[in-house]
């Protein structure tokens, strides 16, 4: 997810998921490195990457979704 955030991931994966920021033209305090989750329609879909993936990185506390992926 972190890849994902930072725009290291191959783009099939960045293409799963939406930032919030980009979703709406109000610049929200609580939308800060946030991922938009989809509304599930079927309990299957809660088990999925891009279901569980955009739950558990928006549970995270705000330093770590704020950090960045630093490579040499």
Do not use: Q
């Amino acid at each position: 997810m972190l890849k994902v955030m930072n725009d290291k991931a191959p783009k099939y994966m960045e293409d799963l998921f939406n930032k919030k920021e980009k979703l709406t033209s109000l610049a929200l305090r609580n939308d800060e490195n946030k991922l938009a989750v989809p509304f599930p329609k079927t309990d299957c879909f809660k088990h999925s990457f891009r279901y569980s993936g955009a739950v558990l990185w928006n549970g995270l506390p705000k330093p770590e979704r704020i950090a960045k992926f630093f490579t040499k």
